[in-house]
């Protein structure tokens, strides 16, 4: 997997003197600006594990212990984002679970954004294997959460809160921390984060801001989602899935036109016989 330090994206900050804007944040009065600034994301993961036979009751919310390390907290390596999201979203780190998971990418989340069990369902006396599944279906419903939220428009992120937790559609639409800064006479934007869900949220909204759009791979079993470049149409994630399904196609119109001209020829011979 390729892996930027960091990743810088123009954003034209434009806010509209409209309804919605006032009901979330706006005080009459207060001035407001159009400034077009290049942010540069960056993500330096808590490191440190989680220590899977252990767990802690917090607000409602039954956790793994996230144990930080030290030494590793001292390097500087920045991860990208966008590959942590292509990694989540890929499923190559299911087999292992959570903790193969965030053995690369580090504390997942904080407070309501921390891996674990809602307390009323978490399992009570059961083994670290069944306590590590219940953690691991987390992770797989904010997987679930956050490709959709890349599929939907921003304005009806809302509706998710019908299939997911409130407190993971509240975690999704939280605003990132933006800081802007100069560098060398022009403005510069730095988003800092700290927590894999923090960086992956900020991925997805900042896709937003750019007006991205996303679609589903259409090869079924394929559940990789991708970024709609052109206005050419594409259906297909990769060449790979493209190649694939080409080939099954062609074999499917081969087999069908096969079983057609033998239909064909038996009621040909049947009037003779
Ligand atoms: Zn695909």
Not at 32 to 54: A, C, D, K, M, W
Not at 129 to 138: G, L, M, Q, Y
């Amino acid at each position: 997997m390729q892996l930027n330090t960091s990743e810088a994206h123009e954003i034209l900050f434009y806010v509209k003197d409209n309804n919605k804007t006032q009901r979330l944040s706006h005080q009459p009065g207060a001035p407001r600006f159009v400034i077009r600034v290049p942010l540069e994301v960056r993500f330096q993961p808590t490191h440190g594990s989680y220590i899977p036979n252990r767990r802690i009751l917090e607000d409602g919310l039954t956790h793994p212990v996230f144990q930080p390390n030290v030494k590793e907290a001292a390097s500087t390596d920045l991860i990208n984002p966008w590959g942590i999201r292509d990694y989540l979203f890929s499923g190559e780190w299911e087999l292992g679970g959570f903790l193969a998971f965030s053995g690369w990418t580090g504390r997942f989340g904080i407070g309501n954004g921390e891996l674990g069990r809602d307390s009323k369902k978490a399992p009570r006396t059961v083994g670290v294997f069944d306590w590590c599944d219940a953690v691991t279906e987390d992770l797989l419903e904010w997987k679930r959460l956050l490709v959709a939220a890349l599929l939907l428009p921003q304005s009806e992120w809302e509706s998710l809160g019908t299939d997911f937790p409130a407190r993971k559609v509240q975690e999704l639409q939280k605003p990132f921390p933006l800081k802007i800064h100069w560098l060398d006479g022009l403005p510069m934007g730095t988003v800092t984060l700290e927590t894999t869900l923090d960086a992956i949220v900020a991925s997805i909204q900042i896709d937003k801001l750019e007006g991205a759009e996303f679609q589903r791979c259409a090869r079924p079993n394929c559940q990789r989602v991708f970024k709609l470049e052109s206005r050419h149409e594409r259906l297909y994630c990769d060449t790979d899935c493209a190649h694939y399904m080409a080939v099954k196609n062609s074999r499917a119109r081969a087999a069908k036109k096969k079983s057609s001209r033998n239909r064909t020829s038996r009621q040909r011979r049947t009037p003779r016989s």
